[in-house]
């Protein structure tokens, strides 16, 4: 018996339409960032009406102890001030098809473009933040501005700066960066202080995220804590996701949130141990962003083995009030491509200009030491999942 079967070109094939595409997660210091003074990242759009430079005026509490009944003409108290410089660069990108590609295509590849391009943007802008709060404060412009690449991150490079200025930074900022969970970890050559941080003791903790708060608190100048709308202040603490992972299985945080923390009604879906979000404890709120731990994995590669027996670190942020500040030369805005080879040639693009930077002054007592402003580093030892 002679079976008929179908020749590969007449099987059937169906294409969807629908287009399915990489996951990018949303700004998760979006609801920290505004143009109040109050805000942990402060939007600024003083360059909207061009320069290349901001200058963002800062200033501390007065100092002096004052006078009684005793002479104040030639006692006066000194207003000690500063003036923090921001600098901007261009950040673009495009997809381009040919007519004839788009003849071909069964699901409207570039139709995605925009959205994608989106997407871009939103990713570009959160992963300048991490960066900048990772990078080392600089009176200087940002390494490569104006280039063909551009540099929309202020600072010195985390990874790219030398042991000396990593030194020097830690030393400047001593009363304002956490080794693991104890002071007497830090050392003022950061190396050693990073390799006195040990995979078990030097694991986030409830403890150690409140000793954070602790020097938050005394810090000189002062970090003002967050304030909601409602009147409580809180600080706000930026880690990865392995860090994540170890406060949330901390016993102490874990009790607080389940038992202590406020919802609506008895269902999963208002617990905290069951639903994904920010957990709460001692005044800190406590919030994943991803990409710290990516960051660790993908460009501060030094940190993978930086602990005592070359234990991983992660860095973590407590911010206070003006941690940050992402100033706009030009929010994005879409480009279309103008060499269309007589309309042959379809392009779009997204363009802006902004600078991120960890927001800093100089040291009111001495003048020359430049202090993160309102963040404590942390550093803490995060295994990777085996």
């Known amino acids: 018996m002679a079976v008929s079967t179908v020749q590969d070109n007449n099987k059937l094939v169906q294409y969807t339409k629908e287009i399915n595409r990489e996951f990018v997660r949303e700004n998760l210091f979006s609801p920290y960032m505004g143009a109040d003074l109050t805000a942990i990242i402060r939007i600024r759009q003083e360059l909207k009406n061009g320069g290349e430079q901001m200058n963002i005026p800062m200033v501390t509490k007065l100092r002096g102890k004052g006078r009684g009944s005793g002479t104040l003409v030639g006692n006066e108290d000194k207003i000690d001030n500063y003036g923090m410089r921001l600098w901007i660069d261009w950040a673009r990108n495009a997809v381009t098809m040919k007519k004839n590609e788009i003849q071909k295509d069964s699901a409207d590849l570039f139709g995605e473009a925009k959205p994608l391009l989106s997407d871009w943007g939103k990713e570009r802008q959160r992963d300048d933040l991490i960066a900048a709060f990772m990078a080392l404060p600089a009176e200087i412009a940002p390494v490569g501005l104006g280039s063909d690449d551009g540099n929309t991150v202020n600072g010195i490079s985390y990874e790219?700066?030398?042991?000396?200025?990593?030194?020097?930074?830690?030393?400047?900022?001593?009363?304002?960066?956490?080794?693991?969970?104890?002071?007497?970890?830090?050392?003022?050559?950061?190396?050693?202080?990073?390799?006195?941080?040990?995979?078990?003791?030097g694991k986030s903790s409830a403890a150690s995220l409140t000793l954070a708060k602790r020097m938050a608190e005394n810090a000189v100048p002062a970090i003002r804590p967050y304030k909601t709308a409602d009147g409580y202040q809180w600080y706000v603490y930026f880690c990865g996701s392995n860090e994540f992972r170890d406060l949330q299985n901390d016993a102490d945080i874990k009790t607080a949130n389940t038992n202590a923390r406020a919802r609506e009604g008895n269902g999963i879906d208002k617990n905290p141990l069951f639903v994904d979000g920010d957990l709460l404890y001692d005044g800190i709120i406590i919030r994943k962003v991803p990409e710290i731990t990516l960051y660790v994995t993908q460009v501060w590669t030094s940190l993978q083995t930086a602990g005592n027996s070359n234990t991983r670190i992660e860095p973590g942020f407590l911010c206070g009030q003006q941690a940050a500040v992402l100033g706009w030369g030009q929010m994005a805005k879409p480009t279309f491509r103008k060499e269309d080879d007589y309309g042959f040639i379809q392009g779009v693009g997204t363009e802006m200009a902004y600078g991120a930077a960890k927001m800093f002054k100089k040291h009111p007592m001495d003048g020359t030491a430049l202090k993160q402003w309102g963040v404590v580093t942390k550093f803490s030892s995060a295994a990777q999942d085996s």
Request: glycine letters at 2%.
């Open 160 to 201: 790219a700066a030398t042991a000396a200025q990593r030194n020097t930074w830690n030393q400047d900022n001593s009363d304002r960066i956490l080794y693991g969970n104890a002071i007497a970890n830090y050392n003022a050559t950061h190396a050693t202080a990073l390799a006195n941080i040990t995979t078990a003791a």
